[in-house]
């Protein structure tokens, strides 16, 4: 039974003492941030490459099938059963082909993507990091996560995105006028 008062004690007094020291919470807008960075448009540039690439060899390949299917329902009437039998086995191998290869494409894109994106979001979270502890910060949020904000209202005194771009050598550009996700009155407005 002493332990365990002693253990409540203990429990008590730490609380206490952390509840005295002074938490500083700061915002982040990571989708602000990469977009001011020279890494942004050469990704950019790099997945919309990738992905016309792939559109067009999925193009090809269903124009391919196509034609094959037109083929074979312009002849259907005048082919033997083995014939006929064969050209539909055919048929149902390029439509799961077509299927695969629009799975594996896609696969590859969110594969290239997360290639590229990777070592920025290392740097930006290093970023975070040095300028959290540099100013005293004890929590750092994203201001949004998946399109859906995470802060309702914040500071802009609060909002560390600027100094996370000069931390990584960039110098903030006013941001571009964006429709809102929120009501005027509650979105923080970036500093020129």
Do not use: C, W
Request: aromatic share 6%.
């Amino acid at each position: 039974m002493r332990k365990l008062v002693l253990f409540v004690v203990l429990g008590l007094a730490s609380f206490v003492s952390q509840a005295q020291a002074p938490v500083k919470v700061g915002y982040a807008d990571v989708d602000y941030i990469f977009s001011q960075l020279p890494e942004a448009k050469q990704i950019d540039q790099e997945l919309k490459s990738l992905q016309t690439q792939l559109k067009n060899q999925m193009d090809t390949k269903t124009q391919e099938f196509q034609k094959k299917v037109a083929d074979y329902q312009a002849n259907i009437n005048t082919m033997i059963d083995a014939v006929r039998a064969n050209t539909e086995r055919e048929l149902q191998q390029l439509q799961q082909n077509l299927e695969k290869f629009q799975q594996d494409a896609q696969t590859t894109i969110q594969t290239k993507q997360t290639q590229l994106m990777d070592p920025v979001y290392k740097k930006v979270g290093k970023g975070i990091e040095d300028v959290a502890k540099e100013n005293g910060y004890s929590f750092v949020l994203n201001q949004q996560i998946g399109g859906l904000d995470v802060i309702l209202y914040g500071d802009e005194k609060m909002d560390i995105s600027d100094l996370v771009l000069k931390k990584l050598g960039v110098t903030p550009k006013p941001a571009a006028a964006a429709p809102a996700t929120t009501p005027p009155a509650t979105t923080p407005k970036k500093p020129n």
